[in-house]
């Protein structure tokens, strides 16, 4: 299982990749793995100010539906227009192709966000 060193992940199976003050946030392999085949993804926020562990949308797999977290405070900019009419991206590049939304961080980084070799002991990997 990959888990790129630059990222930042968090204990709910989301990565964050910073770039200045911008992030864009996805779903890591473990989770688009777990979930199976995704159908659908809903991002109903775009533009809005959430806070972190905000519920920012929702993954729709074959088997069940999961929410999906802020893990930093910020604006949400932007959506992947890929995730529309492809989902399986998620399942199929979810470090690259199936990132699902960009946001401008307002707050602080939370300090809890982990390192990829955190996340790998915390899944077992």
């Known amino acids: 299982m990959d888990f ?3 990222l930042k992940y968090t204990k709910d199976h989301e990565w964050v990749k910073f770039d200045g003050d911008v992030a864009t946030i996805g779903i890591t392999e473990f989770a688009a793995g777990e979930l199976g085949d995704i159908v659908y993804v809903e991002v109903e926020t775009t533009g809005e100010a959430l ?3 905000e519920v920012f949308g ?3 797999a ?3 539906v999961s929410d999906l977290f802020m893990p930093v405070s910020g604006e949400i900019l932007e959506v992947n227009p890929d995730l529309e009419d492809s989902p399986e991206l998620v399942n199929e590049s979810p470090y690259e192709k199936g990132w699902m ?3 401008q961080v307002t707050g602080d980084i ?3 966000l982990l390192s990829a070799a955190e996340y790998a002991e915390l ?3």
């Open 4 to 6: 790129p060193q630059e």
């Open 101 to 103: 939304i960009k946001v």
């Open 58 to 60: 929702s993954v729709e």
């Open 123 to 125: 899944v077992g990997a």
């Open 51 to 53: 806070d972190t562990n």
């Open 62 to 64: 074959v088997k069940t």
């Open 110 to 112: 939370p300090s809890d």
